[in-house]
């Protein structure tokens, strides 16, 4: 079994910056994608970034130049570097992984997420 666990939520206030992370653990094979989500309150779960094992990164469009992917594939850990953040960044973050448990046997999961709150 495979967990991913996220940290890093919390209040800030608008153009503040928070920083999350998201490590997965258990029986890891290797990890090929790992991506961060948000739900906002009431709306549909929609992708915030994402990032290979080789470091190729996509944003979402309402994200994209204010945060930044990165990852370090030697703790199969992701982060999420947020500035410049405005109330309608306020949402439950998700981390999401392709997890290989063996060379053949893929999974996808998910963490638990972690709140973020925008507001003064």
């Known amino acids: 079994q495979v967990q991913l666990v996220e940290s890093g939520g919390g209040l800030v206030q608008p153009g503040g910056s928070l920083t999350l992370t998201c490590a997965a653990s258990g029986s890891i094979f290797s990890v090929r994608i790992m991506d961060w989500y948000r739900q906002p309150p009431g709306k549909q779960r929609e992708l915030v970034a994402g990032i290979t094992a080789g470091g190729q990164t996509n944003y979402g469009v309402s994200v994209n130049g204010r945060f930044t992917i990165s990852r370090d594939n030697s703790k199969n850990t992701i982060y999420l570097q947020m500035n410049n953040l405005v109330p309608v960044d306020t949402a439950a973050y998700y981390c999401?992984?392709?997890?290989?448990?063996?060379?053949?046997?893929?999974?996808?999961?998910w963490g638990q997420g972690t709140q973020v709150t925008v507001s003064s």
């Open positions: 999401n992984a392709n997890v290989y448990a063996s060379w053949h046997d893929e999974d996808n999961y």
